[in-house]
């Protein structure tokens, strides 16, 4: 008979904190996809192309870092591209407005963002009322209010597009095409935007909670977290995210229609999915998050400076990406 | 042609750098009823995994009657008549008994299912097993004893010649049980081996042939059960005597400080006018059958479950318990039976795990969370209850039954509770851990601590319990104290002979 000490598997080294592809992995890729880019068109490294190549992954980024808590949970929003369109509509009706009280200063565009921050936060919390009171899947309450935001816009513009009054769009126009310290201003906001999502997801118990519930939704409720409250939250992050989408979009173009932001929702749920977070919840990755968006402007730009491939084909690209990021996490996970 | 079914030799199983087996020989003969026992963590689920072709073995070798094998896959052991049936089922819900037996090995005639020819054979394969249940019935539908016999059912609709059974009792009734042991013995009959994973040695004894005994990882006997006592088998299982299995009481009961005390709570369909005290310093068991309530009424106690009347006074006060959230705060803890499904995040780390129900302590001066704090806080679980784990990152589900619920445990005390309710708290795991789950539980008491204890299985009952209530149908049958706690006189309240009126 083997006489084993009771703790021989005890005594089995613990494994440090391991090194994971599965981490960097989506950054290795943007690296990857640079030198491609440089290689198939030097100028694609020029200090102009690249500031435009990271702004505009801003607004599906800064939408994405939301979507990352609400598919933390397990959940899902389709409604942010037509919250971002529905959201500039506004914006833009209610500075039309206000320049003929206030002129085009300041205060009309703060005024406007702020409306824009409250009614993304409100739709959040609309989106987030209804899948949890009324016990309805996020996917179809989404799916709806998707439809509901977009044609409100289309509403708005009268089938149309809404401008923005020249003299505001002037004024307004450096938070898109401004910079500080030579940094475009949508990238800094992008960059403190995924700071902030990423203290709160690893560093407070609301990051916790979320991660909890998309582990496994009842062991949360018997772990007495307030999982409808903190699902709901989720849901006023990603609409405050989308707010500040909006913000910094409404400048770019100074005009909405039922168009605008059409999409977006795909590239940012793409965006996470590719940064590494499960779909079915439990995981969350900001930073991958954040390579995510970046990869998909970078192979739209690469595609613009390249001849091989015509950018009629970007969506299928970016399918293919999307699709082999996520059999390259699954193979690497076994 | 050899006379083993299958066998094993010299296999060894890593998991990543963890070793879990080490040269384990194991044979199965032809129609026999093969036990396999050991603590948790010994390594009997990994043993019958590669035997299935769940997992492969690192070394050693397979021999299926006399010949060396590999298995793949599932499927490969599945088509070679080596069957394992889960502790949790592997059925799916929605399809009916028919669809389940034959899923993905559907009868086909001319490219279409040939439905027909599938429902005559499902018949038959039930009504060999002596059951009545219908083969168009959804599973959804069926009672737990009756799923288990959908997945015979499944093995033996492919005459599997091997079927490994993984602690098929645990959620059965005594009742459901003989039905199931007569049934095995006639597949043994019929020249089936059988490979029988059980904690409880009562039924090893009553109804295994041969019985292997695993420790760390070795084999450290392969006996007739009739060779041995169910005491020699625990001796064997965890290597040292086991003295006593449950701690002396605490003496005459005091009964002067009700701590909690529950009055005419009824949640419809489950609890009917439930009322009952706790007093400190006591173990007060809830007997009954399976379904009689007493998880719905803990549930309602605690806040997870709406209750539609009934009041609950903590100290004194007026428990607003509306969540279970306020609960804890009273420092008023639950420990859910459903270990996997409600207790634990089995695809988080150790740490998330013990301290989700106590973050405000793991936070630093600014309120973030303290990774700090929570690893100190996992080291000391790890100590207290004594849980061996392949690594300390390593993710809860890679831990056996034992082991996660003292992580369960450990995550329960981290509110300094005043009041414990556990819920079955030793299902599914070895003997050796019970005792060690027992003693923790005395030990609480004795600090001043009230517990309250929910357990289908009599000897823990009562031989923990200071006092004991039976349910029966959602209502409380009666109360049993002193030398009246025994099993007799609480299967009489259990079935309805006795009592009766709401205590």
């Known amino acids: 008979m083997n006489q084993v000490s009771a703790g021989g598997l005890a005594k089995v080294k613990a494994l440090g904190s391991r090194f994971s592809w599965q981490d960097i992995g989506p950054i290795i890729a943007v690296i990857a996809l640079m030198i491609l880019g440089t290689a198939i068109n030097p100028t694609f490294l020029s200090m102009g192309n690249l500031t435009n190549v990271f702004t505009r992954s801003a607004f599906t980024g800064i ?26 509509g506004m914006m833009i ?62 509403y708005l513009a009268d089938g149309g597009t809404l401008s923005l009054n020249l003299p505001v769009r002037g004024l307004y126009r450096p938070v898109y095409y401004g910079t500080f310290l030579k940094i475009p201003i949508p990238l800094i906001i992008f960059f403190i935007v995924a700071v902030v999502g990423a203290v709160l997801m690893y560093k407070t118990r609301f990051g916790r909670y979320v991660l909890a519930i998309g582990s496994n939704y009842d062991v949360a409720h018997y772990s007495a977290i307030n999982v409808n409250r903190i699902r709901v939250l989720t849901y006023i992050l990603q609409g405050i995210c989308v707010a500040i989408a909006t913000i910094i ?68 690209v970016q399918g293919l990406i999307i699709i082999g990021a996520v059999l390259v996490q699954r193979t690497s996970k076994e | ?75 490969a052991a599945e088509a070679d008549g080596v069957v394992m049936i889960h502790q949790e089922f592997n059925l799916c819900n929605d399809l009916t008994v028919e669809e389940n037996i034959f899923l993905g090995k559907e009868l086909v005639k001319r490219g279409l299912l040939d439905k027909a020819a599938m429902r005559q054979r499902s018949g038959e394969i039930l009504g060999r097993l002596g059951t009545t249940i219908d083969p168009r019935s959804r599973v959804k539908d069926l009672s737990v004893s009756e799923k288990q016999m959908v997945e015979i059912a499944k093995a033996l609709a492919f005459n599997s010649e091997v079927l490994i059974m993984d602690e098929p009792t645990a959620v059965l ?130 806040g997870l479950r709406r209750r539609s009347a009934g009041t609950v006074i903590y100290r004194g006060q007026p428990l607003s318990a509306r969540s279970y959230g306020d609960a804890i705060k009273q420092q008023i803890v639950y420990l859910s039976e459903d270990r996997k499904g409600k207790g634990l995040f089995t695809s988080m780390p150790l740490a998330p795990n013990v301290t989700i129900l106590s973050l405000q302590d793991h936070l630093t001066r600014i309120g973030f969370l303290d990774s700090k704090k929570e690893d100190a806080t996992l080291d000391r679980t790890l100590e207290e209850f004594d849980v061996r784990v392949p690594s300390k990152r390593a993710l809860l589900s890679m831990l056996s039954g034992g082991n996660q619920q003292k ?71 009666g109360e049993l104290t002193g030398a009246d706690i025994n099993e007799e006189e609480i299967m009489l309240y259990a079935t309805g002979v006795k009592g009766g009126m709401a205590g």
């Open chain 1, 63 to 88: 939408i994405a870092i939301g979507a990352t808590f609400v598919i933390g949970t397990g959940s899902i929003d389709l409604s942010v591209g037509s919250m971002a369109a529905f959201n500039s």
């Open chain 1, 93 to 154: 009706i209610f500075m039309n407005y206000l320049v003929q009280h206030w002129g085009a200063t300041w205060s009309t565009i703060i005024a406007a963002m702020v409306l824009s921050l409250v009614l993304g936060a409100v739709g959040g919390l609309v989106n987030g009322l209804v899948i949890t009171r009324g016990k309805i899947e996020s996917f179809i309450v989404t799916l709806g209010t998707m439809g509901i935001f977009r044609s409100l816009v289309t």
């Open chain 1, 249 to 316: 979009y409404v400048p770019r173009l100074g005009s909405a229609s039922g168009s605008t932001g059409y999409g977006w929702e795909l590239e940012a749920i793409a965006a996470v999915i590719i940064g590494g977070t499960a779909m079915k919840g439990g995981t969350a990755k900001i930073l991958g998050t954040v390579a995510g968006a970046i990869i998909f402007s970078i192979i739209g730009n690469i595609l613009n400076l390249s001849d091989a491939i015509s950018q009629y084909l970007n969506g299928a």
């Open chain 2, 1 to 75: 042609m050899s006379e083993f079914a299958i066998q094993a030799k010299k296999v060894c199983k890593s998991y990543g750098t963890v070793p879990v087996l080490f040269d384990v020989d194991f044979e199965v003969k032809k129609g026999e009823i093969h036990a396999l026992i050991g603590e948790n963590g010994a390594g009997k689920s990994t043993l019958v995994k590669i035997l299935a072709g769940y997992h492969q073995q690192t070394s050693g070798e397979l021999l299926r009657n006399g010949r060396p094998v590999v298995y793949h896959s599932i499927g």
């Open chain 2, 173 to 302: 009734t005594q009742g459901e049980i003989e039905v199931l042991f007569r049934i095995i013995r006639a597949l043994r009959d019929h020249g089936v081996s059988i490979v029988y994973i059980s904690h409880k040695l009562n039924e090893i004894k009553e109804l295994a042939d041969r019985v292997t005994v695993l420790r760390d990882g070795y084999r450290v006997a392969t006996e007739k059960v009739s060779d041995l006592s169910e005491d020699d088998m625990a001796r064997l299982m965890v290597g040292r005597e086991l003295t006593t299995l449950f701690p002396p009481k605490g003496g005459p009961p005091k009964r002067e400080v009700p701590v909690l005390e529950v009055r005419n709570i009824s949640c419809p369909k489950y609890v009917h006018n439930a009322s009952f005290q706790l007093y400190e310093g006591e173990v007060l068991g809830f007997a009954g059958l399976i379904g009689a309530g007493r998880t719905e009424l803990m549930e309602c106690v605690v």
């Open chain 2, 407 to 477: 992580i369960a445990l450990g995550k329960m005390m981290q509110v300094d509770p005043d009041v414990v309710i556990l819920d079955e708290p030793t299902r599914g795991i070895d003997v050796g851990t019970k005792q060690q789950v027992y003693y923790f539980v005395r030990e609480l008491v004795k600090q001043g601590k009230s517990c309250i204890l929910i357990s289908s299985e009599l000897p823990e009952i009562v031989g923990l319990s200071d006092r004991v209530i039976v349910m029966r149908s959602g209502v409380i049958m």
